[in-house]
Each structure stands twice: as structure tokens, then as C-alpha cells.
T-cell receptor, first 110, second 116 residues
Framework: QKEVEQNSGPLSVPEGAIASLNCTYSDRVSQSFFWYRQYSGKSPELIMSIYSNGDKEDGRFTAQLNKASQYVSLLIRDSQPSDSATYLCAVTYNFNKFYFGSGTKLNVKP | DTGVSQDPRHKITKRGQNVTFRCDPISEHNRLYWYRQTLGQGPEFLTYFQNEAQLEKSRLLSDRFSAERPKGSFSTLEIQRTEQGDSAMYLC??????????????FGPGTRLTVT
């Protein structure tokens, strides 16, 4: 079992819709959770971090964390074609273990 | 330029040769990480430094791989006797981890290695 699981997609949404990206992790002592965006041929770009249960909003992005269910999600409101990219979920635990999922490819159709 | 930089951006080498990559982190960042990424996969952790101390190495990191961060500034990653399976994007990231759990990592552009 991988430490971080993501649906590879592609997830297709129309422009202006809400895109919902999901991630599950295997270790209950995981402490920090991150979402990165990666455009094709580029390096990952940090979007958001979340450390405690609940929601965290930043502009059009909302991260949701549920530690009991070992689940973290990213909502993108008013999706734009420029949001089309691969979204990577990352989890750290024990302060020195770092795991990325394989990413979910998002396509936003104009 | 305040971002993470990596050099070279591309490297083509023949199997069996040694290669060395350099990473310059964001200047005030105390943590530096190395990852490897292949097509369709997320970054795979290799090792990380806090200041000049190498605190963790992945079990996937064979003896052919070595990393250094002298003086806690830039870092180098060396791969000896390269194999075709080493072909990948090598990513460097840095963070300012004032609290251990707050580990927002910022990535450099990567070094793409092709082993022929």
C-alpha cells in the first residue's frame, strides 16, 4: 500500500465549475499536508498547506483535512483553463518522512 | 533571484559515468531536500538536510548516490556509475522549518538526467 493515494484522473470539469481533488494517506501519525500544482515539464508549485482538521481557504482554493478518515481534499472554485495541471498531494510524518502521491491530472474545459 | 536554483538544467551522460548536480536553496532556508521524479509519478524523496546535517536518507537511495551540504548553504547530489534507470528529473526543494511540522517546501526547476 502506498503512503499517499490519489486518483490519477484525468478529472475534467467545465470552466467555472468546482473541481474536487482527493487524497488518502496511510499513516495515522501524519502531521502536515500539502497540495502542489505541477504543469507539464515544470516543477511542483506549492498551493496550500493544512495542519489541523477542518477547512482552510485561500482565494479560490479550499483544503479540507479529516485525520480520522485519513483524507485530505482540495476544492478549486470557479475553475479556469489555467488551472489545468497535475495536482500533487504531499504528506509528512515523524517530522522526517516526506511522501507525495502520484498526482491527479485536472482538465478545465473552456 | 529569490527562488531555488539548480544546475545544470539538463544532463546527458553515458552509462557508467559519474554526474554531479548542484542546488542553491532560498537564502534563509535551513532545510534542503532532494527528490527524484519519473514520468507519471510524484516526487520520490531521496534525502534531506537541516543546515549541514544530513538527517534522513531514503532506503531507495543506493550507495551510488551521495549528497552533501557543506556549510549549510548549497548542496550537491552525485550519482556514481550511472545506470539507465537513473534517468529522471532530480528536484531540489528548500524550506524554513521554524516549527518541524511547518515544512512548506519550495522547489527548484529540476535537473533532467538522461543516461544513454
Amino acid at each position: 500500500q502506498k503512503e499517499v493515494e490519489q486518483n490519477s484522473g484525468p478529472l475534467s470539469v467545465p470552466e467555472g465549475a468546482i473541481a474536487s481533488l482527493n487524497c488518502t494517506y496511510s499513516d495515522r501519525v501524519s502531521q502536515s499536508f500539502f497540495w502542489y500544482r505541477q504543469y507539464s515539464g515544470k516543477s511542483p508549485e506549492l498551493i496550500m498547506s493544512i495542519y489541523s482538521n477542518g477547512d482552510k481557504e485561500d482565494g479560490r482554493f479550499t483544503a479540507q483535512l479529516n485525520k480520522a478518515s485519513q483524507y485530505v481534499s482540495l476544492l478549486i472554485r470557479d475553475s479556469q483553463p489555467s488551472d489545468s495541471a497535475t495536482y500533487l498531494c504531499a504528506v509528512t510524518y515523524n517530522f522526517n518522512k516526506f511522501y507525495f502521491g502520484s498526482g491527479t491530472k485536472l482538465n478545465v474545459k473552456p | 533571484d529569490t527562488g531555488v536554483s539548480q544546475d545544470p538544467r539538463h544532463k546527458i551522460t553515458k552509462r557508467g559515468q559519474n554526474v554531479t548536480f548542484r542546488c542553491d536553496p532560498i537564502s534563509e532556508h535551513n532545510r534542503l531536500y532532494w527528490y527524484r521524479q519519473t514520468l507519471g509519478q510524484g516526487p520520490e524523496f531521496l534525502t534531506y538536510f537541516q543546515n549541514e546535517a544530513q538527517l534522513e536518507k531514503s532506503r531507495l537511495l543506493s550507495d551510488r548516490f551521495s549528497a552533501e551540504r557543506p556549510k549549510g548553504s548549497f548542496s550537491t547530489l552525485e550519482i556514481q556509475r550511472t545506470e539507465q534507470g537513473d534517468s529522471a528529473m532530480y528536484l531540489c526543494a528548500s524550506s524554513l522549518a521554524e516549527a518541524a511540522a511547518q515544512d512548506e517546501q519550495y522547489f527548484g526547476p529540476g535537473t533532467r538526467l538522461t543516461v544513454t
